[in-house]
């Protein structure tokens, strides 16, 4: 049996009030002047995103029309959602939501500072 192995991934996500959107989108793009795309996501809560290059890391900057939502939030990967969903509660780690279910592929977690972090098993060497 692999070891547990838990790693960052390159995928940050911003959620945007929908208000703030393109203001945010045109500073990264337009003022930044970095590389975007816009891609179409079905989730309930987004339907579309862009992912901007900033360096190594893909910044995903989704609108939101709830302001209450919006967030930074930290993509991470592991070999052994299971597993790993058991050393995350063994360790009094906050489990966002229902603990066992999966929200779009990813369990959400939270760093003591209340940073969310989304936990998925797309484990990548």
Same mark, same amino acid.
């Given at each position: 049996m692999n070891k547990l192995t838990i790693k960052a991934d390159k995928d940050i996500t911003i959620k945007i009030p929908i208000d703030l959107y393109e203001d945010t989108l045109h500073f990264y793009r337009d003022i930044l002047l970095m590389e975007t795309e816009e891609v179409l996501i079905d989730l309930p809560s987004t339907i579309?995103?862009?992912?901007? +290059?900033?360096?190594?890391?893909?910044?995903?900057?989704? *609108?939101?029309?709830? *302001?209450?939502d919006a967030a930074m939030l930290l993509k991470i990967n592991t070999n052994q959602m299971e597993n790993a969903l058991n050393y995350l509660q063994?360790?009094?780690?906050?489990?966002?939501? +229902?603990k066992n279910k999966l929200i779009g592929g990813y369990l959400r977690i939270q760093d003591p500072a209340g940073n969310t972090l989304l936990l998925t098993s797309n484990f990548i060497e």
């Open positions: 579309n995103s862009t992912k901007v +290059k900033f360096g190594d890391i893909n910044l995903w900057l989704e *609108p939101i029309s709830n *302001p209450k063994a360790n009094n780690v906050k489990i966002i939501g +229902k």
